[in-house]
């Protein structure tokens, strides 16, 4: 059974920049693609961005594109996301998402999401 | 990228069906056969119901089916059971290469 568990997540200011990890077990890391999913408090989902199964393609939501970059090593089974010039809308649960085939959108697995807030 | 728009709210009776409706553009849902739903409990993280319009992953419950037309993707729960009470989302790849989540749709069994 696939497992996913983030970390990586707290309290930062405005503008300053945060690395959000992903480990994954239980399947063969690297031969699915892997997303990242926000939930703002109290609000709906969004998807942030996705990375195919070698690492070599990776999308972005237009909110968050430039300002955050998506990363696998897949030798240590861990997605990445690289946080830069946070603002308060980012505040939210991210959540690490396993995805049958890239942009198909059927995330079969999640891990249990890390809360990070952005606030002076 | 706006999101695909969907009830805020539905309820119903145990045993009834409800239907909560999906609703984008011919750049995303009404584009690609890449329409999945996500059913969410207080706390928890999201779990697929449907996939790809209207399969059903192992271990989900044959009460939910899904289906689109046109532009519109739709989720039906069929024998409303008070497990079923949660939030629901639709998800569809975009002409962007992007994927797009909904609104939400909050059901409530009465």
């Known amino acids: 059974e696939a497992q996913l568990l983030e970390s990586g997540g707290g309290l930062v200011q405005p503008g300053v920049s945060l690395r959000l990890s992903c480990a994954g077990s239980?399947?063969?890391?690297?031969?699915?693609?892997m997303n990242w999913v926000r939930q703002a408090p109290g609000k709906g989902l969004e998807w942030v961005s996705v990375?195919?199964?070698?690492?070599?393609?990776?999308y972005y939501a237009d909110s968050v594109k430039g300002r955050f970059t998506i990363s696998r090593d897949n030798s240590k089974n861990t997605l990445y996301l690289q946080m830069n010039s946070l603002r308060a809308e980012d505040t939210a649960v991210y959540y690490c998402?396993?995805?049958?085939?890239?942009?198909?959108?059927?995330?079969?697995?999640w891990g249990q999401g890390t809360l990070v807030t952005v606030s002076s | 990228q706006s999101a695909l728009t969907q009830p805020a709210s539905l309820s119903g009776s145990p045993g009834q069906s409800i239907v909560i409706s999906c609703t984008g553009t011919?750049?995303?849902?009404?584009?690609?056969?890449?329409v999945s739903w996500y059913q969410q409990h207080p706390g928890k993280a999201p779990k697929v119901m449907i996939y790809?319009?209207?399969n059903r992953p192992s271990g989900v419950s044959s009460r939910f089916s899904g289906s689109k037309s046109g532009n519109t993707a739709s989720l039906t729960i069929s024998g409303l059971q008070a497990e079923d009470e949660a939030d629901y989302y639709c998800?569809?790849?975009?002409?962007?290469?992007?994927?797009?989540f909904g609104t939400g749709t909050k059901v409530t069994v009465l």
């Open positions: 011919s750049s995303d849902v009404g584009a690609y056969p890449y």
């Open positions: 998800c569809s790849y975009t002409s962007s290469s992007t994927l797009v």
């Open positions: 990375i195919s199964g070698s690492g070599g393609s990776a």
């Open positions: 239980g399947f063969t890391f690297r031969s699915y693609a």
């Open positions: 790809e319009v209207n």
């Open positions: 998402a396993k995805e049958q085939d890239i942009l198909n959108g059927y995330f079969d697995s």
